[in-house]
């Protein structure tokens, strides 16, 4: 399947909104999307705006995603990546990571890094960050509050130009002195 990647473009507003609400999106902060907070997200410039843009995923003439990419005045700007539930796990979130990745790295040379969270349990997407050269460099704890209520720890990657260029990841030195097996100061059990 060839897939492309095509800027979204504010006379698009009716398709976003349309593609957003016509789904669920179990690992989003927002599962099920009304379409008024589609409107105003769209309004406010969330995927056509200053420092923001937004891409289709597409094969043929069928829409298999979006990206979306935030803080693209930053060194170290963030994305978020939909994937139509019919096209979920068939390698297009992966297909789609390498290609913004590629694409932040080589046309933005002021990027240094590219950052992404997801849940702790969204688990095909954690493989993909691996799987992309990701490398994990965060665990928040209970960070990730869903509409239901319910809490979930959030994980963050990232990927460094310089190990992009190289074709290389390198962890974070996880044990870097950080004073564990000591006692907190003041905290008593």
């Given at each position: 399947m060839e897939i492309t990647y095509r800027r979204f473009v504010p006379?698009?507003?009716d398709d976003l909104v349309a593609f957003l609400t016509g789904d669920t999106w179990p690992f989003h902060g927002t599962a099920v999307?009304?379409?008024?907070q589609a409107r105003q997200w769209v309004a406010d410039?969330?995927?056509a705006g200053d420092g923001n843009r937004a891409f289709w995923i597409t094969a043929g003439d069928v829409t298999l995603g979006l990206v979306r990419l935030m803080d693209l005045g930053d060194e170290t700007p963030v994305f978020g990546l939909r994937i139509g539930?019919?096209?979920?796990?068939?390698?297009i979130g992966a297909r789609a990571l390498t290609w913004l990745t590629g694409h932040l790295l080589t046309d933005?040379?002021?990027i240094r890094r590219i950052e992404g969270t997801t849940r702790q349990d969204n688990v095909a997407m954690r493989r993909t960050f691996r799987r992309c050269g990701y490398v994990?460099?965060?665990?928040?704890?209970d960070g990730w509050p869903a509409a239901d209520g319910a809490v979930h720890d959030a994980?963050?990657?990232a990927i460094l130009r310089r190990d992009w260029l190289a074709g290389t990841t390198t962890d974070?030195?996880?044990n870097d002195g950080d004073g564990r097996g000591r006692p907190r100061a003041g905290l008593s059990r």
């Open positions: 006379s698009e507003a999307v009304d379409p008024d410039g969330r995927y539930s019919p096209y979920r796990g068939l390698g933005f040379p002021r994990k460099e965060a665990h928040y704890r994980v963050g990657y974070p030195d996880w």
